[in-house]
C-alpha cells in the first residue's frame, strides 16, 4: 500500500502548479483523501479533503479560491491544482488517504504519501 505526491517544484509568484497523488496497492475510491503541508519550521497543516465519490470538497481557509482538489477513480488518483500561489505557500505537500471518509485532523487517516516540496519564490 503506497501513495506517492509528485509534481512539486519551484514556480514565481502567481503561478501554478499542479500536484499529483498516485494510489498503489490499493483502490482510492474505498478512501477519501485529504492534502496536508508542512512548512519549514511549522506544524503540519490542512490544505484540502475530497470525500470518496469527489461529490464534496473542504478547503483550509488560506487557499479557498486558489486550490481546486479532484480525483479521478479510474486511474487510482487525486490531484491538486494550485493557483495564484504565494511564497506563504512554500512547503512540502503530503496526500493522504482515510478509509471511507476525511477528516480535517491528519491522525484521522490511514496512509501518507512521502511529500513533494513546493517552492514559491522570484
Known amino acids: 500500500v503506497q501513495l506517492q505526491a509528485s509534481g512539486g517544484g519551484l514556480v514565481q509568484p502567481g503561478g501554478s502548479l499542479r500536484l499529483s497523488c498516485a494510489a498503489s496497492?490499493?483502490?482510492?475510491?474505498?478512501?477519501?483523501v485529504g492534502w496536508f503541508r508542512q512548512a519549514p519550521g511549522e506544524e503540519r497543516e490542512f490544505v484540502s479533503t475530497?470525500?470518496?465519490?469527489?461529490?464534496?470538497?473542504n478547503y483550509g481557509d488560506s487557499v479557498k479560491g486558489r486550490f481546486t482538489i479532484s480525483r479521478d477513480n479510474a486511474k487510482d488518483m487525486v490531484y491538486l491544482q494550485m493557483n495564484s500561489l504565494k511564497p506563504e505557500d512554500t512547503a512540502v505537500y503530503y496526500c493522504?488517504?482515510?478509509?471511507?471518509?476525511?477528516?480535517?485532523?491528519?491522525?484521522?487517516?490511514?496512509?501518507w504519501g512521502h511529500g513533494t516540496l513546493v517552492t514559491v519564490s522570484s
Open positions: 493522504a488517504a482515510r478509509y471511507y471518509g476525511v477528516s480535517f485532523n491528519q491522525n484521522d487517516y490511514n496512509y
Open positions: 496497492g490499493f483502490t482510492v475510491d474505498k478512501f477519501g
Open positions: 475530497i470525500t470518496r465519490s469527489g461529490s464534496r470538497t
